[in-house]
Every structure is written in C-alpha cells, then in structure tokens.
C-alpha cells in the first residue's frame, strides 16, 4: 500500500541553524501539508500546498518557513533560523485531488529537537 | 472559528471494556469530522470519517463514530478493548478551504489486562 515517507525521523539542530525535512506523498496525491505537533500540545496545521504554490498557511507559518517541491516527488520544508520553539514533531501529509472530505494520509513524522 | 476539543487526554480501560472517546466540534458549517490513531513512533492512521453521509460511520479496527448535530459531538466508540487499541487518538475537522485538518488535543488510550 502506498505510504508517505519522511527523513530523517529525527533531526538534532543548534539554534540559529537551517533545518530541512523531507518528505515523500503518494504519487498521484496533488495536495501537500505539513503539521507539526509541539510536545504535549494537539497538532497544528502549518502549511498547504497545490500546483506548486502554498494554497494556505497558518499564522505559524512566518518568514523563516518555507516549502518546495523541488523535483515532482520530494516536498520539503525549510526552517531558516532555527529556534529552541521550533522543537516538535513536524508531519507531512498528502491527498488525492478532490473534496476536503479526502483522505490525508500522514508520514511517520520527523522529531526536531533545538539545542 | 471552528475548533476540536476531546474530553480526557487519558482514558483507560480493561481488556474486553467498552471504549468511549469524546470529541466535540466547533463548527459554523457543516463540518467533516475525522478520528486518526497514532502507534508509538508511527504517523497518523485514519480510522473514520464522516462526510455528511451516514451518522453512524464505521471505520477499521472494530470502531465507530457516531454524529450528533445536535451535541455537536462525534464520539468515538468500541464494543470491546483489545491490547492493540492501546495508543493516541485524535479527533479532527475540516478547517480550511484546502482541506487542512484542525486537531483536538488527542486522548491517550490505555488498556489494561
């Protein structure tokens, strides 16, 4: 069965430091998300994104975020500038096009820890 | 603005009890209503969803979720807990015009032997 895939699982960083995570959607999904999900907090919705371009972000997502699709099979998402806040777990997820009432389906997340 | 709150960020059960998740919604519009598990280590694993079809939705593993507009609620429910039922459970809805997800706190489900 066809899955999202993320690297790495866990991501160690110093303040200050670029971070970039990948992910892999189902490939004939055409929308993309990234969420992230601080320790003990629910899960929040970062960004959406559809023929390459973000369609939707939340107010989380500010200048040191960005995406990019960068070769029809990765999305990414870069953090500039890390923080010690950023700390959390960051899931990407994927559907097929259609009605909001598609399926997400998630990756296994990517633990970012800021040092 | 639309919003997810789940009652009892740990629940816990004896093998063979009756599972009860509570989640209760926000919403200024019809709302699409999901329930995901989360496995230690593992991503989020959609277990039902409701899309303004049946109220009472089915989904994998024994479970079911019934909507009730009028308590705004889509409880989650399972006749009988099994050791495997033990993990993170999130209620959700549809938030935005692009189908992002907008998540309750999660229930942490314990089942004991």
């Known amino acids: 069965e066809p899955e999202v895939t993320q690297t790495p699982s866990h991501q160690v960083t110093q303040m200050g430091q670029e971070v970039i995570l990948r992910c892999v959607p189902i490939?004939?999904?055409?929308?993309f998300y990234w969420y992230r999900q601080i320790l003990g907090q629910k899960v929040e919705f970062l960004v959406s994104?559809?023929?390459?371009?973000?369609?939707?972000k939340s107010e989380i997502f500010d200048d040191q975020f960005s995406v990019e699709r960068p070769d029809g099979s990765n999305f990414t998402l870069k953090i500039r500038s890390t923080k010690l806040e950023d700390s959390a777990m960051y899931f990407c997820?994927?559907?097929?096009?259609?009605?909001?009432?598609?399926?997400?389906?998630f990756g296994p997340g990517t633990r970012l820890t800021v040092l | 603005a639309q919003s997810v709150t789940q009652l009892g960020s740990h629940v816990s059960v004896s093998e063979g009890a009756l599972v009860l998740l509570r989640c209760n919604y926000s919403?200024?519009?019809?709302?699409?209503l999901f329930w995901y598990v989360q496995y230690p280590n593992q991503g989020l694993q959609l277990l039902l969803k409701?899309?303004?079809?049946?109220?009472l939705v089915k989904g994998i593993n024994g479970f079911e979720a019934e909507f009730k507009k009028s308590e705004t609620s889509f409880h989650l429910t399972k006749p009988s807990a099994h050791m495997s039922d033990a993990a993170e459970y999130f209620c959700?809805?549809?938030?935005?015009?692009?189908?992002?997800?907008?998540f309750g706190k999660g229930t942490k489900l314990s089942v004991k032997p």
């Open positions: 959700a809805l549809v938030g935005g015009s692009q189908g992002n997800l907008i």
């Open positions: 994104f559809y023929n390459n371009e973000i369609s939707e």
């Open positions: 490939s004939n999904h055409l929308y």
């Open positions: 919403s200024s519009v019809p709302p699409y």
């Open positions: 409701y899309t303004s079809a049946a109220t």
């Open positions: 997820a994927s559907r097929e096009q259609g009605a909001g009432t598609d399926t997400q389906y």
